[in-house]
């Protein structure tokens, strides 16, 4: 029997936990490998890793994102985070204001060619983009020891859930660069959109139609 599990968004003090859980989770992951390196045998891979998912996590903060995550008890298991269509010009100003603020140590903790690709990355993912109104899925992870149990999942339906109950939403974008992972969210409703590359890192980009009967089971 399952211990009991809650979804719930995260806080600010939950950094540390989501940062630990994520930079873990993405250590296989072929664009953090491209990017980064060996996060488990090379330090400064993890070093700079561990930059980069803190100011995912602190972005989330400045701009229209949320963290939401899947504990069990007090521990967190799996976590993702989302942007949302919804934002008022002033929100997107100030947030953008305190992200460049947030954007210079990130300069200082990668290297250039890290930074170059990472923008490439985001430049080739969001101009396939679909041109109408949806939430886009920044990253989605599971604690390494409690993957395949069903926790990807749980998160995955809650979000779609939240897109279901928006009515102005379309559906929900997402990029993986793991081919094994198409066919997964394909079981979600996902359809792939687009094959791509960044570098040397095939990228597909893929999009989930809200359907007007609600969620369908996969």
């Known amino acids: 029997m399952r211990a009991p599990y809650r979804i719930a968004k995260l806080t600010k003090s939950d950094k540390h936990l989501f940062v630990s859980l994520m930079s873990k989770s993405f250590a296989g992951d072929p664009l953090f490998l491209h990017v980064f390196g060996d996060f488990e045998q090379d330090k400064k891979a993890r070093s700079s890793v561990t930059a980069f998912v803190s100011f995912l996590f602190d972005k989330s903060f400045m701009l229209n994102e ?47 060619k890290a930074l170059n690709l990472l923008n490439s990355y985001m430049r080739v993912t969001r101009s396939f983009a679909p041109p109408i109104t949806h939430y886009y899925l920044v990253m989605i992870g599971v604690k390494q020891e409690a993957q395949r149990k069903g926790i990807g999942k749980t998160l995955l339906h809650h979000l779609m859930h939240t897109v279901q109950l928006d009515k102005t939403s379309h559906g929900i974008a997402l990029d993986t660069e793991n081919e094994d992972n198409v066919n997964l969210y394909r079981r979600f409703g996902f359809a792939l959109n687009v094959e791509t590359r960044v570098g040397d890192v095939p990228v597909y980009c893929m999009f989930y139609q809200k359907s007007s009967s609600g969620i369908g089971d996969c």
Not at 67 to 85: S, T
């Open 66 to 112: 949320e963290v939401w995550g899947y504990y069990e008890k007090e521990n967190l298991l799996g976590a993702y985070i989302v942007e949302q269509p919804h934002a008022g010009k002033l929100q997107m100003m100030v947030g953008g204001l305190l992200l460049i603020g947030r954007l210079i140590p990130l300069f200082f903790q990668l290297p250039r």
